[in-house]
């Protein structure tokens, strides 16, 4: 008896869990007018109407004239590259300071002392409604990095983000080395992820995060000049994508970098200004990471905010009739 009741309790938590991710048909298409899902655009994308039109809308005379570099076994090649850094290529050197005229600093920290700045990449996840419950339960909102190939795939996620109150920042259309792709193909990866997140959830981000960390100077030109003005890096990376069994790092290992994360909020490191952290709502591992160490994380910072609250942008979206709380409002400090 015990264990019949066993086998139906383990069938129906394998069906709760396999019916969280069992692709759902939903009222967008996006077989035609997009790339395909988890593909690089291609010539098929490039050669319409639509993106001609985008393509024509930048001034390329504004973005510098950079070769892109090549990806050898799934790495980007940091070889040959010249030591001064001419390009302002994060991967290389973490420089954040464009040397190309007119193109904006890429934000790595929130300027507040004793502030976490809160953000998780890679969702919408098709599986965060445990994750985006707890966030909700302690009234905490936090910059949503989103792939336009999961808004494509995970569409009723992706709405949730905005309805909870989410921040949300575009983080490309299939996650490339951007700096390794051509101009069209950099154009495409943010305009299609930007055209999803409108078409699903309604809004236009003006930030963006570059997979990986991979930008440049000719990116970052590309970037702003389709209206991502905030390019968000991070100073502080707890590596949990690289979390066992998908990546190398143990559990343990996670840990202490949370841990050390976590003491820096009370050893002064952040008393004059505060820190943006690299963590995902990738997989069960990550987001199950972000809840276990969240009450300490609160409890060591004076301040844990999404990104446009830490820099006081409260128009997070190009359209007019969204407004986001200012730090001051979010945090009731005055
Ligand atoms: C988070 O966003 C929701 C929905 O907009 C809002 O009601 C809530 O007050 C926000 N939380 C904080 C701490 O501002
Ligand atoms: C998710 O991760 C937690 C913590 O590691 C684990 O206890 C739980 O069994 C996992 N759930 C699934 C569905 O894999
Ligand atoms: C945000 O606004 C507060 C209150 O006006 C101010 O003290 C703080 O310096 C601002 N932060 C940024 C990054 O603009
Ligand atoms: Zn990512």
Redesign the pocket.
Known sequence: MLSFLLFILGSLITFVISQDCTPYSSSYDFSSGYPNIWEKPTSDNFNTDEFQQVYNSIDWSQVPDIQPHTVVNGDIDQSNYPDDDPDCWWTYNQCSSPNAPGVQPDVTICPEPETWGLTYDDGPNCAHNTFYDFLKEN???ATMFFIGSNVANWPKEAKRAL????HICCHTWSHQYMTSLTNEEVVGELYYALKAIKTVIGVTPLCWRPPYGDVDDRVRAIAQQLNLPMTVLWNLDTNDWDMEPDGSETSDQIDSNFQSFVDMGTDGTFANSGCIVLEHELNNGTMSKAMEWYPKIVNAYQYVVPIA?CMNVTQPYAESDYSY?SFT??TGTN
Request: net charge negative.
């Open positions: 009234d905490q909102n309805t909870d109150g989410h609250t709380p409002d979010y």
